[in-house]
């Protein structure tokens, strides 16, 4: 069994910068793969984006592109999302999941984090 937990998240004004982390405890991830979603109050679910056990990355989104950069450290069971000039669109609850080798976008997922709150002010 996989615990996710995220961390990182708080206030920002617009256009600064935070680093969120996803730490994972019960077995390694090194053989997962991770995503990062988002989610604001009334809206749906976005896909963030994600990175493969090895390391690559998936083709972010437009709306994070140039700006967020998705990592991993697999001797520490952590991945980031370095996220860079942050809107006030980007305000929302901010989410790992896990699964074994690939994550499609659509899921399924085996593992959620509890999520962490990013509030962008302007």
């Known amino acids: 069994q996989v615990q996710l937990a995220e961390s990182g998240g708080g206030l920002v004004q617009a256009g600064g910068s935070l680093r969120l982390s996803c730490a994972a405890s019960?077995?390694?991830?090194?053989?997962?793969?991770m995503v990062w979603f988002r989610q604001a109050p009334g809206k749906e679910r976005e896909y963030v984006g994600g990175?493969?056990?090895?390391?690559?990355?998936?083709t972010p989104p437009d709306f994070v592109k140039g700006r967020f950069t998705i990592s991993r450290d697999n001797a520490k069971n952590t991945m980031y999302l370095q996220m860079n000039s942050l809107k006030p669109e980007d305000t929302a609850v901010y989410l790992c999941?896990?699964?074994?080798?690939?994550?499609?976008?659509?899921?399924?997922?085996?593992?959620w984090g509890q999520g962490t709150q990013v509030t962008v002010s302007s």
């Open positions: 990175i493969s056990w090895s390391g690559e990355t998936t």
């Open positions: 999941a896990a699964c074994l080798d690939y994550c499609s976008p659509d899921g399924p997922f085996d593992y």
């Open positions: 019960g077995r390694s991830i090194s053989s997962y793969g």
